[in-house]
C-alpha cells in the first residue's frame, strides 16, 4: 500500500505565504514524478506544479508566486506558495506518479486534499 498525506493548507489573506508538504509512505520503489493539484468549487482539478527529471513545470497562474521541491530520499514533495491570491482558493492534492515493484509500470498516487483558503 501507498500512502501520500498533505500538511500545511489553512486560510491566510491575499498577500501572505504557506507551505504545503507532502510524504509518500509504503512500498515503493521509485518515483517518477511528484507534483500538485488544485480543484476550487465546481471547477475541474488543474496542475499546479510538478516536478519531475526534466525539471519542474507551474501552471502560468502560479509562475513566479509558487515553487515546488522535492526531497527524493525522504519521498516528500513542497510547495511554497507566495503572494497567494484569492484565486488560489482551492483544495490542494498531492500526486505521485510512481511504481511499487520493478515489474509494474508506474501509476497515479494521490493524496486526500488539504484546504486552501485567501481572503481579499
Known amino acids: 500500500q501507498v500512502q501520500l498525506v498533505e500538511s500545511g493548507g489553512g486560510a491566510v489573506q491575499a498577500g501572505e505565504s504557506l507551505r504545503l508538504s507532502c510524504v509518500a509512505s509504503?512500498?515503493?520503489?521509485?518515483?517518477?514524478?511528484m507534483g500538485w493539484y488544485r480543484q476550487a468549487p465546481g471547477k475541474q482539478r488543474e496542475l499546479v506544479a510538478v516536478i519531475t527529471a526534466g525539471g519542474r513545470n507551474y501552471a502560468d497562474s502560479v509562475k513566479g508566486r509558487f515553487t515546488i521541491s522535492r526531497d527524493k530520499a525522504k519521498n516528500t514533495v513542497t510547495l511554497q506558495m507566495n503572494s497567494l491570491k484569492p484565486d488560489d482558493t482551492a483544495v490542494y492534492y498531492c500526486n505521485a506518479d510512481l511504481s511499487m515493484t520493478p515489474w509494474v509500470n508506474p501509476s497515479a498516487y494521490w493524496g486526500q486534499g488539504t484546504q486552501v483558503t485567501v481572503s481579499s
Open positions: 509504503g512500498s515503493i520503489f521509485s518515483i517518477n514524478s
